[in-house]
């Protein structure tokens, strides 16, 4: 390997040394000759290996037990508890292991004996809790008089408000006591949310059996999942909240119809009141599915992701829609006749001309 002209200088100048330094000389000159050669070449470990941090050895990881201080036995009491259970069999777990031996159920006197809990099977628990039903009533119910006289002033409120036509009552709790109503979510069908829309806004505003009448004659795919599920829906409300069940009435005797305008226009004659309707119903969107690979040209490729959608429905009683007739009639009777020009107090006026 060539050596650089500053090198070469170098070494020519070291040969000119005296004899008598000739073991000197030949250091110095391999000295020189490893610099120059380091200077144009760096192999992959420049670094000698006899530096400090190379033979360095890890630290060994003593454990959790090293981090705590004080004495051994502290130290090994620590360590127990927090590798067996964080929580006891009770609260009063460590109390009771440090009462006295006569309250624990065994004589003291006994020596030799290790003191050990004697627990009466049927009666108390294992922190000494009664069981008994008297003692569980006194803790649930520590003053049943009071509770009473509560329960008693809160039905009686509850009756004011309902018959008392004046009474301070809100009207979402006076609609949600006197009617009832159940919202029925299906699971996700595997189509969108643009196709079953349109089945949404077929079924919405019909009686629960008109609705599944267009479900079982409709063309769309699905018109039998949403007919399924207004069934479903049905039975849910006839079950769990008793809607649906018809009025009483006497043999000889035929409820008048009722004759209302609903909010779209269309005028019902209802005949039953209990009869159960679809107010509201909506789709959401949900996760979409796995997608389909559409291969495309030039080697390209498109994901198609396929959408899942669900439908949402709300059934209530024809009792609900009267009451909102009769709710839009007396609004209505209440309006003022129209003024062209009325006569109400002008604000923001200026005292000159604006331009």
């Given at each position: 390997?060539?050596?650089?002209?500053?090198?070469?200088?170098?070494?020519?100048?070291?040969?000119?040394?005296?004899?008598?330094?000739?073991?000197?000389?030949?250091?110095?000159?391999?000295?020189?000759?490893?610099?120059?050669?380091?200077?144009?070449?760096?192999?992959?470990h420049s670094t000698s290996p006899a530096q400090w941090f190379w033979g360095r050895k890890k630290k060994e990881d003593k454990g959790l037990q090293a981090d705590f201080t004080g004495t051994k036995d502290a130290r090994k009491k620590l360590m127990e508890n927090l590798s067996s259970g964080v929580e006891g069999q009770s609260?009063?777990?460590?109390?009771?292991?440090?009462?006295?031996?006569?309250?624990?159920?065994?004589?003291?006197?006994?020596?030799?004996?290790?003191?050990?809990?004697?627990?009466?099977?049927?009666?108390?628990?294992?922190?000494?809790?009664?069981?008994?039903?008297?003692?569980?009533?006194?803790?649930?119910?520590?003053?049943?008089?009071?509770?009473?006289?509560?329960?008693?002033?809160?039905?009686?409120r509850q009756i004011r408000n309902g018959t008392d036509p004046f009474s301070k009552e809100p009207r979402a709790d006076r609609i949600a006591r006197t009617e009832r109503?159940?919202?029925?979510?299906?699971?996700?069908?595997?189509?969108?949310?643009?196709?079953?829309?349109?089945?949404?806004?077929?079924?919405?505003?019909?009686?629960?059996?008109?609705?599944?009448?267009?479900?079982?004659?409709?063309?769309?795919?699905?018109?039998?999942?949403?007919?399924?599920?207004?069934?479903?829906?049905?039975?849910?409300?006839?079950?769990?909240?008793?809607?649906?069940?018809?009025?009483?009435?006497?043999?000889?005797?035929?409820?008048?119809?009722?004759?209302?305008?609903?909010?779209?226009?269309?005028?019902?004659?209802?005949?039953?009141?209990?009869?159960?309707?679809?107010?509201?119903?909506?789709?959401?969107?949900?996760?979409?599915?796995?997608?389909?690979?559409?291969?495309?040209?030039?080697?390209?490729?498109?994901?198609?992701?396929?959408?899942?959608?669900?439908?949402?429905?709300?059934?209530?009683?024809?009792?609900?829609?009267?009451?909102?007739?009769?709710?839009?009639?007396?609004?209505?009777?209440?309006?003022?006749?129209?003024?062209?020009?009325?006569?109400?107090?002008?604000?923001?006026?200026?005292?000159?001309?604006?331009?």
């Open positions: 390997m060539s050596l650089n002209v500053p090198s070469r200088r170098l070494l020519k100048s070291a040969s000119t040394l005296s004899p008598s330094s000739s073991a000197h000389n030949t250091t110095i000159v391999a000295a020189f000759q490893s610099l120059s050669i380091a200077s144009n070449s760096r192999g992959f609260i009063f777990e460590d109390e009771l292991s440090k009462a006295e031996p006569q309250k624990l159920g065994v004589d003291a006197a006994e020596s030799g004996k290790q003191v050990r809990k004697v627990r009466k099977p049927g009666n108390v628990t294992a922190a000494g809790a009664s069981l008994a039903k008297e003692h569980l009533a006194r803790a649930i119910d520590p003053d049943p008089r009071s509770r009473e006289r509560w329960e008693r002033k809160m039905v009686i109503q159940l919202t029925s979510k299906s699971p996700f069908f595997a189509t969108s949310t643009k196709k079953l829309v349109k089945l949404a806004h077929q079924i919405q505003g019909k009686t629960v059996e008109d609705a599944i009448v267009q479900m079982r004659y409709s063309k769309k795919k699905m018109a039998r999942e949403v007919k399924l599920q207004l069934e479903q829906a049905r039975d849910m409300a006839i079950v769990q909240r008793g809607m649906g069940l018809g009025q009483q009435q006497e043999a000889d005797e035929k409820t008048p119809e009722i004759k209302i305008q609903t909010k779209d226009g269309k005028h019902l004659a209802i005949a039953d009141t209990t009869r159960m309707y679809v107010a509201e119903a909506w789709v959401n969107r949900g996760p979409f599915r796995n997608p389909k690979l559409d291969y495309r040209a030039r080697g390209r490729l498109n994901f198609m992701w396929r959408p899942t959608t669900s439908i949402s429905v709300v059934l209530k009683e024809e009792k609900t829609r009267i009451r909102e007739h009769q709710e839009r009639v007396a609004k209505k009777l209440r309006q003022k006749p129209w003024v062209h020009l009325p006569d109400r107090p002008i604000y923001g006026q200026r005292q000159h001309y604006s331009w």
